[in-house]
């Protein structure tokens, strides 16, 4: 199946969508220490992107005369400094807002399916009217806005043709779902929007995948098996507090855990030396001083996942980007650690300095995250192609 790529950054949905059976006709991305990102894992000969066809670019000058007529998906990640909860919040007024874009080259590739992630802000309740408009606009693509048309107005145009009953053109059964990483097993707190769209004339029956991982299976592990630290060998003594009322309560539970647990920061870093004592062989795994604690950025504690990493305009902002320590202290994750946080492969390097690395991983979707989304589209768009539904129009 073939997948074009539209804002891959660093690549962690692009390599998602790799393993998820895709083949990339199209990777583009502006920024070019990302890109250089990219071309070193090509050169280094990784195999999840060294086939990849790398565009160095705006998405909006990117030729899609090499673009298959037979296209499957459209996935990406627009910029979401327009809709990010550290960001200005300018939506629309926003000169970084690309989702006109998305949609323009949607209606010119017609994919079967497209993937588009972005920050949980967008689900504000001040872009309530504008997330509704990004979500019609990718379910009618062929009605675009007029040139002297204020975005509202399109709006209503748009709504007008959701309710009339009658399809037409190029149209998608579109899907939005807030989901959180750690539910499908990423190391890490991390809320993202993914809307994805099924080409109406696809049969494709889709919905977002189960949850495969709890909070509630990890507080069973530690605190009422004990398993999670009798695994990472933790003395009873140097164990943390259970939280009272939900070990009570997960204690009196009969029936088996249905999901795995939730995946750790003590889980994502196994294996990693010590960076303030040795790098070790891993690449980019080297200490970063100047870590320290305030209110509102306070780090992750070891033992559960990670809270969201972040990018900024200036490196890290507010040193959130951190671990824990075992006695209180904190110091800031390696851009290793960050990577194992995001789940891409050891063997994956990243290009520039650590703020720099920081920030692609910090815009970054998880590669798992990303996999698990673009295999279930795969197996939606395997299975439509088996069994065509009659009918659909």
């Known amino acids: 199946m073939k997948c074009l790529e539209l804002f891959a950054g660093a690549g962690g949905l ?31 000969g990784h195999p999840l992107v060294k086939d990849w066809p790398l565009f160095e670019g705006d998405v909006r000058k990117f030729d899609l005369g090499g673009v298959p007529d037979d296209l499957d998906l459209v996935a990406g990640g627009p910029p979401c400094q327009p809709f990010s909860m550290g960001g ?21 590739t017609r994919p079967k399916a497209f993937i588009v992630e972005n920050v949980k802000g967008l689900t504000r309740a001040a872009f309530a009217n504008y997330f509704s408009y990004i979500q019609l606009q990718l379910a009618f693509p062929e009605i675009a806005r007029r040139a002297d048309e204020q975005w509202i107005d399109h709006l209503v145009r748009l709504e007008r043709e959701k309710t009339s009953g009658v399809l037409s053109g190029l149209t998608y059964d579109v899907v939005t779902r807030l989901v959180n990483a750690a539910d499908y097993g990423v190391p890490q707190k991390r809320e993202r929007v993914f809307i994805v769209g099924f080409r109406h004339d ?38 943390p507090t259970p939280p009272g009322a939900a070990s009570a309560r997960l204690r009196g539970r009969n029936e088996p855990m249905n999901e795995a647990p939730w995946r750790t920061v003590r889980d994502a870093l196994v294996g990693l030396s010590d960076p303030e ?79 720099e690395v920081m920030r692609q991983l910090g815009n970054a979707v998880p590669v798992l995250l990303g996999q698990v989304v673009a295999s279930s589209v795969a197996q939606s768009l395997a299975m439509s192609q088996m069994a065509p539904a009659p009918g659909r129009h």
């Open 14 to 44: 692009a390599m998602g969508a790799t393993l998820a059976g895709f083949e990339h006709v199209g990777v583009v991305e502006w920024d070019r220490w990302a890109c250089d990102t990219v071309r070193e894992n090509q050169r280094r």
């Open 88 to 108: 200005k919040h300018r939506a629309y007024d926003d000169h970084r807002d690309m989702f006109p874009a998305t949609v323009e080259i949607i209606r010119r």
């Open 277 to 355: 004592q040795t790098a070790g062989p891993h690449l980019n795994h080297r200490f970063q001083p100047g870590a320290r604690s305030y209110h509102g950025h306070t780090g992750s504690p070891l033992d559960l996942p990670a809270k969201t990493l972040k990018a900024g305009d200036h490196g890290v902002p507010g040193g959130e980007n951190m671990m824990v320590k075992g006695d209180g202290s904190v110091r800031y994750f390696t851009a290793r650690e960050s990577a194992r946080l995001q789940t891409f492969p050891d063997g994956y390097i990243f290009h520039g300095a650590w703020s």
């Open 202 to 239: 696809i049969d494709a029956r889709w919905s977002f995948p189960e949850e495969t991982h709890s909070r509630d299976a990890l507080l069973a592990d530690q605190f009422v098996t004990g398993d999670y630290f009798e695994r990472h060998r933790i003395a009873k003594r140097n164990r």
